[in-house]
């Protein structure tokens, strides 16, 4: 049996979208594909697959610190093939060279990256709500695309050194992080403390032990989970609401 195993990171849902598409070309072309989420997934994995997959969203032109965790603690290998795909706003640049460069390294064989345009996880403007669901209908495609050409051995993963370097070690500074977490609020009035937020946080900086919820802005990495799952859209973004991805 052709088995794929896919790790994927989501905050407002896109990627997870994605990681779903993917997986049913997989199955329609005979894998076996299973869905892994990172956060759960640290344990070491001795399996050995037709394909890895890694699927995360792009921050800070880079990705999230814990994606960045969850792929320096992957097993050394020999020659696994392993593909990756990113969903982003707009751009990036520091995250598909130097994963690379750390898979390698690893022994993986980078067979396929692609990066796909979708909607913003911080979407504040009313106004680009319907381009944004536009953008993810095109996507869903570009995805099914990516994963017959990848099953088809007709995907690359190329690879800028220096300036790739460059962008990426800007997210390596955790004030970066801190600073773009202390942008998210929660209006009190509209809480209702029902806890969802700080039960899918994945660095568990939300906690409620005053009587009212909090954020640890040292441990939170602003993946937007908590914004977009809140029932009431409590949480706000630089003082402004954020159009939920449902
Ligand atoms: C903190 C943060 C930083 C982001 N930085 C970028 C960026 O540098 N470039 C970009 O194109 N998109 C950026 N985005 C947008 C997301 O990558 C994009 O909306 C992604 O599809 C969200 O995926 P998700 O729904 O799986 O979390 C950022 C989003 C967040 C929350």
Redesign the pocket.
């Given at each position: 049996m052709k088995k794929v195993c896919m790790y994927y990171?989501?905050?407002?849902?896109?990627?997870?979208k994605i990681a779903k598409h993917i997986q049913t070309v997989f199955n329609e072309n005979g894998y076996e594909c299973s869905l892994r989420n990172m956060e759960d997934s640290l344990e070491k994995n001795d399996e050995l697959y037709t394909y890895i997959g890694l699927l995360?969203?792009?921050?800070?032109?880079?990705t999230f610190p814990l994606v960045w965790n969850f792929v320096n603690n992957l097993p050394e290998v020999t020659k696994q093939k392993i593909f990756m795909v990113?969903?982003?706003?707009?751009?990036?640049g520091g995250v598909v060279g130097p994963m690379k460069k750390i898979l390698t390294k690893k022994g993986y064989h980078c067979v396929g990256a692609i990066e796909i345009?979708?909607?913003?996880?911080?979407q504040r403007n009313s106004k680009k709500v319907e381009a944004d669901q536009k953008k993810n209908v095109e996507a869903v495609k570009t995805a099914s695309d990516f994963a017959k050409n990848l099953i088809a051995g007709k995907t690359r993963w190329n690879r800028v050194p220096i300036l790739s370097d460059a962008m990426r070690s800007i997210s390596k500074d955790r004030s970066i992080w801190t600073k773009?977490s202390q942008k998210l609020t929660i209006d009190h009035n509209l809480c209702i403390m029902c806890g969802i937020c700080k039960k899918n946080c994945p660095v568990k900086a939300i906690s409620d032990s005053t009587g009212k919820i909090e954020i640890n802005h040292n441990l939170c990495?602003?993946?937007?989970?908590c914004v977009?799952r809140c029932p009431k859209n409590a949480f706000k973004l630089g003082g402004k609401i954020v159009y939920q991805?449902k």
């Open positions: 990171f989501t905050g407002s849902g896109n990627t997870l995360f969203p792009v921050a800070i032109q880079s990113d969903t982003l706003e707009s751009f990036s345009k979708m909607s913003s996880s911080m773009q990495e602003s993946c937007m989970r977009n991805n």
